[in-house]
């Protein structure tokens, strides 16, 4: 940690959306300072200068090997992140990092990273922001609690309408395919809510030959878990993307997904909560609520060096099952 103040020095790669909101977040939570950020276009690192309060503004990654830094955020798209990661780890460069998801483009580059991570023994994240959702939380709370008994079968969706109407399917290229893009969340929160996974069977379609724009497939977990997860990033009426489960147990059923919580038990016993019923409350609200706890998350974990709730570990197994269900989907 920087000596001024036990302040944290931190940089963004990638300036991006996702970029100036996490910079945006880090901008107002206590003790830390953006300090460089660094992107390839003229015109963001132009834009950066007349709005970001920072020391540095490049492109070249080495430029940032003199800052002391505490922490890097990468918000770059999914193909760049295993060599980004990599030079800043062997360059010793930082030992924090911040990516969004996915770690990598599969699990090779995914194990790689996750050992490097090991040896700096510093704090390594990913941003599966839904582990940050009230109602997600509440729901993992329960299903810990064993409230549903035994579980039977899950099924997960995650839809968008983002490229509905799109013939061009250049910027779902550049996003890495809806199975990178909304299966990954979806794919994360599984083995979050129900350890261990394997993919049995998947289909995908392509309304384009160079993207992948709808994806479902069947898993199979623990103690006989069945699960099934349908993608779509081509689906009408979802104006903004949509995460869902309804999960099914011998004592009930849960659904949940990014607004509300419906649990209904076979001895009658109900609940239904709304996200504004669950303290669904920011200190500053840029984007969803998720965003800042994950950031502020991140930035605790550092100062308590504690592993994080999104880690390379975690966030490799899901690489590792996303390459099977390009597998799969193949076969």
């Not at 460089?36 to 090997?65: E, G, I």
């Not at 109407?165 to 199975?179: E, F, Q, Y």
């Amino acid at each position: 940690m920087s000596s001024d103040n036990e302040r944290l020095n931190v940089a963004i790669v990638g300036l991006g959306k996702m970029g100036m909101l996490h910079a945006s977040i880090l901008n107002v939570l206590p003790g830390v300072d953006v300090v460089a950020v660094c992107d390839k276009s003229w015109l963001m690192r132009k834009l950066a200068k007349n709005t970001l309060n920072v020391s540095l503004v490049t492109d070249k990654l080495d430029d940032l090997d003199d800052l002391n830094l505490d922490a890097l955020f990468i918000t770059t798209p999914i193909p760049s992140h295993y060599n980004i990661i990599k030079k800043a780890y062997t360059d010793n460069i930082v030992s924090n990092i911040f990516v969004e998801k996915t770690l990598a483009s599969n699990y090779s580059q995914s194990k790689e990273l996750c050992d490097l991570s090991q040896t700096t023994q510093g704090i390594a994240m990913v941003g599966y922001m839904k582990r940050f959702s009230v109602t997600f939380n509440k729901a993992k709370t329960l299903l810990s609690n064993k409230v549903l008994g035994d579980l039977i079968s899950f099924d997960a969706y995650a839809y968008s309408s983002d490229f509905a109407d799109m013939k061009d399917t250049t910027n779902s290229i550049a996003r890495g395919g809806v199975i990178e893009d909304l299966g990954s969340h979806t794919v994360d929160m599984a083995l979050w809510f129900f350890g261990d996974l394997t993919i049995r069977s998947a289909k995908t379609l392509s309304i384009t030959p160079d993207s992948t724009d709808s994806a479902s497939f069947e898993l199979d977990g623990m103690a006989g878990l069945r699960g099934n997860c349908s993608v779509s990033w081509i689906k009408e009426g979802y104006r903004m993307p949509e995460f869902g489960f309804t999960i099914t147990g011998r004592k009930g059923i849960l659904i949940v997904d990014d607004n509300e919580l419906t649990l209904q038990l076979t001895d009658d016993q109900s609940l239904h909560l709304y996200r504004q019923d669950l303290n669904d409350n920011v200190p500053f609200l840029l984007g969803d609520p998720e965003y800042y706890r994950e950031d502020d998350h991140f930035i605790k974990s550092i100062i308590n060096k504690e592993c994080p709730r999104s880690n390379f570990q975690t966030a490799m197994k899901v690489d590792q099952l996303l390459d099977d269900v390009r597998l799969k989907s193949h076969a």
